[in-house]
């Protein structure tokens, strides 16, 4: 258990369906993180908030939307996905972002299947 | 560019040490992460160096070379529990806050 929760942790979407991903921690911290864990590659950071601003778009296409109300709330929100966004979305918080060297704490991920 | 390499897969026996590598190429240097991540679960902080040398922390071990652009995980008196897979990363050295980049993961299996 390392403070972050995730939901839903399963979710299988057709490519027209919209849903959204939530994360919460509960580790007072002020940074928060969305990747993507892909089958045999690297973890990939998608988005970045920090004090709930977002600070960091690495390049996602826009059928991913994040969303950051408070510090401790992450939501990512998905709509006309492709079959290649089947991945693990993970949620990491860190106790703030100004520093790269922030020790990250990750969720349990949502296992993401498109049809 | 900036690119990070390490073996795809290992395996040991139980009780013995392994030890997994892990090389760096980055435009600076801000330091190593190693993550464990057991399958269907979360990376989990195992250890940060910034500094050459060896950090001990229990049964796990981390070393970093900067001159060399090389760190190793040692895991020793291996339990079944540490099949895992163990995962490097370093800062984005002059990216934005909180880029870590990743390396594909070493995926250690331990047989009885």
């Known amino acids: 258990e390392t403070g972050v929760t995730q939901t839903p942790r399963h979710l299988v979407m057709g490519m027209t369906n919209k849903k959204s991903l939530k994360c919460e921690q509960h580790?007072?911290?002020?940074?928060m993180y969305w990747y993507k864990q892909s089958a045999k590659k690297p973890l990939e950071l998608m988005f970045v908030y920090n004090f709930k601003e977002q600070t960091e778009n690495n390049s996602v296409p826009s059928r991913f939307s994040p969303e950051c109300p408070n510090s401790s709330h992450l939501f990512l929100h998905l709509h006309t996905l492709q079959p290649e966004d089947s991945a693990l979305y993970l949620c990491?918080?860190?106790?703030?972002?100004?520093?790269?060297?922030?020790?990250?704490?990750f969720g349990p991920g949502t296992r993401l299947t498109v049809l | 560019g900036q690119n990070i390499d390490q073996p795809t897969e290992m395996t040991a026996t139980e009780g013995a040490i392994v030890q997994i590598n892990c090389t760096y190429q980055t435009s600076g240097f801000n330091g190593l992460f190693w993550y464990q991540q057991h399958a269907g679960e979360a990376p989990t902080f195992l250890s940060y160096n910034v500094l050459d040398g060896l950090e001990e922390k229990g049964r796990f071990s981390s070393f970093l070379s900067r001159s060399k652009g090389y760190s190793y995980l040692l895991l020793k008196e291996l339990q079944m529990k540490d099949s895992a897979s163990y995962l490097c990363?370093?800062?984005?050295?002059?990216?934005?806050?909180?880029?870590?980049?990743f390396g594909k993961g070493t995926k250690l299996s331990v047989k009885p």
């Open positions: 990363a370093v800062p984005n050295y002059g990216g934005s806050q909180g880029n870590l980049i």
């Open positions: 990491a918080s860190s106790q703030d972002g100004r520093g790269s060297t922030d020790t990250q704490y």
């Open positions: 580790l007072g911290h002020n940074a």
